[in-house]
Nanobody, 124 residues
Framework: QVQLVESGGGQVQAGGSLRLSCAAS????????MGWFRQAPGKKREFVAGISWSGSSTLYADSAKGRFTISRDNAKNMVYLQMNTLKPEDTAVYYCAAALMLVASRQASDYGSWGQGTQVTVSS
């Protein structure tokens, strides 16, 4: 099973940017799709973005399209989420997850490994 550690969260003003990173270890993750999810206080965990094992295919939630970009570097065992034009409603704990298959999925149940999360706070 792959271990995942997120970093890069923090506090930013609305309109600002953050880049989240996810470091994978324990086994090769280059044969797994990867995803980013988030959970705001009092809300259910929701899908944000996903990327296939090769990086050739990506998925985005409607809320992330045009503002967020997911990428991966299999040589470094890293996955990234570049977040631009942040809004207060983006405030949440962001989780990196490794899929049980080659492609990404919008369903949390398709992911077998999760990081501990990193807090993102966007102030207005």
């Amino acid at each position: 099973q792959v271990q995942l550690v997120e970093s890069g969260g923090g506090q930013v003003q609305a309109g600002g940017s953050l880049r989240l990173s996810c470091a994978a270890s324990g086994r090769t993750f280059s044969d797994q799709g990867m995803g980013w999810f988030r959970q705001a206080p009092g809300k259910k965990r929701e899908f944000v973005a996903g990327i296939s094992w090769s990086g050739s295919s990506t998925l985005y939630a409607d809320s992330a399209k045009g503002r967020f970009t997911i990428s991966r570097d299999n040589a470094k065992n890293m996955v990234y989420l570049q977040m631009n034009t942040l809004k207060p409603e983006d405030t949440a704990v962001y989780y990196c997850a490794a899929a049980l298959m080659l492609v990404a999925s919008r369903q949390a149940s398709d992911y077998g490994s999760w990081g501990q999360g990193t807090q993102v706070t966007v102030s207005s």
